[in-house]
């Protein structure tokens, strides 16, 4: 029974749900008693039940999400509830739905989706006054449709529009039915408690077994496993208990496995995937769905993970060729429930997603059938081709593969056009059209994309066990197929499609003139890929040529070589940069690898790099130094390969006097880019490219990967390249206080015979040891010296470069950790919280002695709460400022900490002073009033610098600086055309930035212009914004939304506001992400209200500009995120950025720290001179008449605390030149052997001991251990 615990792929597959953003949302939905699903799906698109009477059907994009209108198109065909619907396996677009006004309709979907509601089917059926209960299409013949009524199955041909069977032989009403996977018989469950297998085609009564179900009349379902012997039916036993029953139809009477589950009362929907054995119960009424996996031993069913959500009303599964498999999704479920349409997809996790995992994905049932309804009917059996899931293989890689073909009239005429050729009906099924098996003669739209394409699978052939050969490819005549072809074509098709069918044609005359003369195909394959020719003399299948992903910057590669090239011997080549640097983002996963060809593996992709000096290493720069690298002609060399290739005769890069390549800067860089674009050897192109466009794991030619081995590993070769040009401006300070040196004397020196023999002098001293040995051994066997070739220069830079820099720039606040305060320390017991405050108010401000909440109900109530005396606050009243007027937003006084600013939606500030010791009661009387407008007011922001002075944005859309000494009215700014979401003031204090709900970034000068003296694109969503300045007012970070509702974080250059530098997406969520910025650290904290995460970010001054920091997620969700100044930071544990955070009912202090190994030194690394941000640096007059004066520095320095610095610069002595021979020393060879003698000895007489200082220490005693 050892099987039992092998392990299977599917075991861990979880469920992952959406946010509500990325559902349908806001649909009408009832309760259904009817025995169908309530909604179903293709690769195209998903239709439910619409409203509680069910008569309407609504369709919408299967990745359609967001908000629906009541009004929104639906199909109005039934006059009562639709109890049914499915729609065509082999066409996307091709709906049948049942109701109970004893009918059963047609609908075709038309190819951009519903734009308006339709009322005329293509098809009816009649079932005779009787309530139709389930409807289906044929799984293997195509245009052959199924229904149940009552107790009759009826078959339809939709090419005829007439039934073509009906039987009446089960005795009540037929609950389900399924389909075996092969086509030759149907499964159904009947309210008299019996199961049966049916064969419509059977001689005498087509009921050919019967066997006695789950013992009560209430609904059940079947469903057949696949193409295996078994078949699966739930319901409810005698004591209504659901059940779960798997039979074998060779032994049908006896259950092969029953599972007893609860005794809820909604049936169970079973949604089995063939491929997978993955089985998906989702119970009506329930708000969980079951995983569980078959397998065809004991215990036959084994659950997994179960999802808990929404009350369902239905589910259906997707398509194989609509999952994302790239991201390991092997199945997705559509929930319906009573307002949402739920994409549940299950993902097997895996440690990477960069690749396609082929054990996933078994080949998947295709969408092209030969077989049509009156061939199944007359007894032919012809199983649907298999195709392959792997992107590789298909023409658009992992998009969604969309086959629409018309409506029925055009699928009518398709089939006349066969038959006319004589290749379908009236004929026996020849061995060319059994091989037929490929599906690109189908005309497939991309999702995404309108025009018409082909999508072939090259290994059907093999899975079907049937080849070609030319004998039997050429059947037909030639000329009369292709004339007859033409004929039909220009009797069905509009004028659209033959203007496309005779392009394609032309198009394909030029490329390969013998493919027309061997189609075969019917009028589909000829409107879709121009007679393509699936059985040439050769008898060889060319397989599409793959199109690689687009990156997350949307770059493509370039076009493939001529089609008259073997798909073999095609070149791939370097993939260019299409977008401006600026258009990049980075990517916050793992990326996807795409290839076109089949030799990749995972040893290639993900080769660790050979340390720079083993021996491995050092071998193949001797062997490969040799090697001539000279690109392919007409393909541009590769990017990597050309940064080290450095001729004799190019430009020597800048060596320091140690040897070492010096790093360069990123203008220097950027010089040599700009100097070398000239030149046919690029280093970079001009907008250097990002560490995620060089590691795309695109292919390179033969001569790109001869750079030091035959087969380059690419990952390797890319980290090091990244490397070498990634190094910051400036030089990083070693991390350990005391950098470590290796002393001289154990050190080889090179002698100088070999130093001539060396072109190029390497300092040993910054190279370890087995790297320094293997040097000397290297110079010193066979008499092959090191060259001076790029091969060195990488070597010298790798081994004195972090290699942690291949994943962008290395940051001290890389692993930031946030920390919350002690339980003590927190203010709990909060109650009645607002909810009311609108988004343009952060909700929440916090200063270095009090905070400030506001409270729900009239008045518009804010209490302040003393940090001095944290704990639970007493039961009753909490004592409040009251304002008498809803309040729009609050703010404290940044230079004095009991004065708060309050603005009303009656146009009024209200200036507070809080006594110290703070409230005692309510209070309605405030220290000062400011009627700023005569509407509401937005925000308002007090002056970073300059004391007593008030910033107001109203909902007139201008923005007024008010002097608080005076309540008097400065300035006033104009020029908003819409809401204006956020104001920041600029560090310097004389320039402000305000994002606006018209999508755009506007900069002021105040005391200069009421107009914008620039202005840019901000973002595009209409749901709020916030704004900063990084950087010392350099550069403008931004929030908010794109057009999908996503957050996102855009930086700007602040003297270009054209176009965002970068953005970075987060995610979906409703709620504004509100930006803190601390300078000192150039660290960006981010988070809304409702979130439970705080998101921080490194904005720097070169790409990505934005870099991504160790999150930090809180235990709960917050209600506002307050900082303090950086006064009150404690510097002596590391602690760069304090914050207040209000849950639901505390307030706790939250602490961010840096890990630092010697922190009882202060880390002037991470704490420079900070500006005076808590007292004010000018006054209202003074700035008013811009008499500006920059705030001045201060040092965090405790008393008595060393510095970091000072510690470092003890050993970080210059090196003396004379003391190593390479540097012009005169130390004769006899010193040098003598000194290395003296250290030998020495070491051969120091004792030393292997013994550790545990093994003397006595062990527990066992009677202990039993205690």
Known sequence: MAWRFKASKYKNAAPIVPKAEACVREICVGSYQTYGNNIAASGAFMAFNWEHTGSSVAVLPLDDCGRKSKTMPLLHGHTDTVTDLKFSPFHDGLLATASQDCLVKIWHIPEKGLEQSLSDPEAIFSHKQRRVETVGFHPTADGLMYSTAAGCVALFDLSTQKEIFSNNEHPEVIQSASWREDGSVLATSCKDKCVRIFDPRAAGSPIQLTAES?????????????????????GFDAARLRQVIIRDVRNFNTPEKTLELDCSTGILMPLFDPDTNMLFLAGKGDTTINYLEITDKDPYLIEGLRHTGEQTKGACLVPKRALKVMEAEVNRVLQLTSNMVIPIMYQVPRKTYRDFHADLYPETTGYKTDLVAGEWLNGSNQAVPKMSLDPAKREHGDEPIIIHRGNLSDFVKNLENQRAKGITTGKPISNQQAKRNDNEHFVMLSKGNNFEEKNGNDNSNESNGKKSTPSQSQSQPDGECSEL??????????????????????????????????????????????????????????????????????????????????????TPRPRPRTTAASAYKPRLGPKPFSSTTGDVSFDKVFAVPLAPGSHENISNVGQDSAVEMTPAQGVKPDLIVEIEIKKKHEREPAVAGNGVQKSLTTSERRKS????????????????????????????????????????????ERRRIYENRSKSQVDEKPQSP?????????????????????????????????????????????????????????????????????????????????????????????????RQIPGECNGFHANQERVAVPLSGPGGKIAIFELSRPGRLPDGVIPSLVNGSNIMDFQWDPFDAQRLAVACDDGIVKIWHIETGGLSEPTNTPAGELTAHLDKIYFIRFHPLAADVLLTASYDMTIKLWDLRTMSEKCSLSGHTDQIFDFAWSPCGRLG???????????????????????????????????????EGHYIVCTGFDKVSERQISVYNAQKLSAPLNTASLDVSPSILIPFYDEDSSTLFVTGKGDSTIYCYEITDEEPYICPLSHHRCTSLHQGLSFLTKNHCDVAS??????????????????????????????????????????????????????????????????????????????????????????????????????????????????????????????????????
């Open 214 to 234: 789950h013992q009560s009349i209430k609904d059940s379902r079947v469903v057949w496993l696949g193409n295996q012997q078994r078949i699966l039916t739930t």
């Open 485 to 570: 072809i033409r004929k039909f074509e220009a009797k069905y098709k509009v004028d659209s499609e033959k203007e496309k069918a005779h392009a394609q044609s032309q198009e394909d005359d030029k490329e390969s003139p013998t493919e027309q003369e061997h189609s075969t195909g019917s009028s589909e394959e000829v409107s879709s890929s121009g007679g393509l020719d699936n059985h040439s003399a050769s008898g060889s299948h060319s397989p599409p040529k793959p199109m690689p992903r687009t990156s997350r910057n949307n770059s493509l590669p370039e076009a493939s070589d001529s089609a008259g090239e073997n798909s073999c011997t095609t």
């Open 673 to 716: 880019s700009a100097d070398d674009d000239e030149s046919s050897d690029k280093i970079f192109e001009q907008n250097s490219e990002s560490s995620e466009t060089s590691m795309e794991g695109e292919d390179r030619t033969g001569a790109d990967l001869q750079r030091l081995s035959t087969s380059r590993s690419s990952f390797a």
């Open 738 to 834: 005391v950098p470590l040196r290796r002393e001289h004397s154990k050190v080889e020196p090179l002698k100088p015979s070999q130093q001539q023999q060396q072109g190029n002098v390497i300092d040993t001293k910054r190279i370890s040891v087995p790297e320094g040995k293997l040097m000397e051994e290297h110079r010193r066997g066979n008499g092959a010296g090191l060259k001076k070739s790029a091969t060195e220069a990488a070597f010298s830079a790798a081994s004195t470069k972090r290699t942690s820099t291949v994943f962008g720039k290395v940051s001290k606040f890389r692993h930031l950790k946030g920390t919350p305060g002690h339980k003590s320390t927190h203010i709990e017991n909060l109650r009645n919280l607002s």
């Open 993 to 1031: 930035a305000t994002v606006c709900k018209d999508g755009k970034i506007r900069v002021y000068n105040p005391r200069k212009s009421e107009t914008p003296i620039r202005e840019g694109n901000g973002p595009v969503g209409t749901r709020g914004a916030r704004i900063t300045w990084a950087l």
């Open 1134 to 1267: 590391v602690e760069f950025s304090k914050a207040y955070r209000l849950t639901n009912t505390t307030i706790e202090p939250l602490s961010f720290t840096v890990p630092r190994i010697k922190s009882e030194l202060f880390q002037d690394d991470l704490f420079p001179p900070t500006r005076i941000t808590w007292s004010a640096t000018l006054s209202a007059e003074d700035w008013f008449a811009s008499n500006d004066k920059a705030a001045p520095k201060v040092s965090l320095k405790p008393e008595g605390m060393e510095t970091l610095s000072s510690i470092q610069q003890v050993p970080a002595q210059p090196i003396k030149k004379p003391d190593h021979p390479q540097f012009g020393g005169q130390k004769s060879e006899y010193e040098i052997n003598k000194q290395q003698e003296i250290q030998k000895s020495v070491s051969a007489r120091m004792e030393f001991t292997t013994k550790l200082e545990q093994d003397d220490m006595e062990g527990v005693d066992e009677n202990e251990w039993q205690e």
